[in-house]
């Protein structure tokens, strides 16, 4: 079984930053795709961010620039570096794990952003 644990989130002005954490049980860590997604209120579960099992990133287009993602294998935690944050930012922020077979979600961390 594996869990995920998300932490980080609080409240920040616009233009603050944010460090999501995401620390994953289990062996699957590191040959797994790694990915955050987030939620605002009333709206779907999107795509933030994506890492894959070698490094390779991919983002949304209107986090590119802003957010970096990256993984620490030997930690089994992912991150989610979130720059110039707007309010449009505010969401619950996801972890997702992709192990080829099956996918696995974290509970969330709220971040909001706000003056």
């Known amino acids: 079984q594996v869990q995920l644990v998300e932490s980080g989130g609080g409240l920040v002005q616009p233009g603050g930053s944010l460090r999501l954490s995401c620390a994953a049980s289990?062996?699957?860590?590191?040959?797994?795709?790694m990915g955050w997604y987030r939620q605002a209120p009333g709206k779907q579960r999107e795509l933030v961010a994506v890492i894959g099992s070698g490094g390779s990133t991919n983002y949304a287009d209107s986090e590119k620039g802003r957010f970096t993602i990256s993984r620490d294998n030997a930690k089994n935690t992912v991150y989610l570096q979130m720059n110039s944050l707007k309010p449009e930012d505010t969401a619950v922020y996801y972890c997702h794990a992709n192990t080829g077979r099956m996918n696995y979600w974290g509970k969330g961390t709220l971040v909001t952003v706000s003056s």
């Open positions: 289990g062996s699957i860590f590191s040959t797994s795709a």
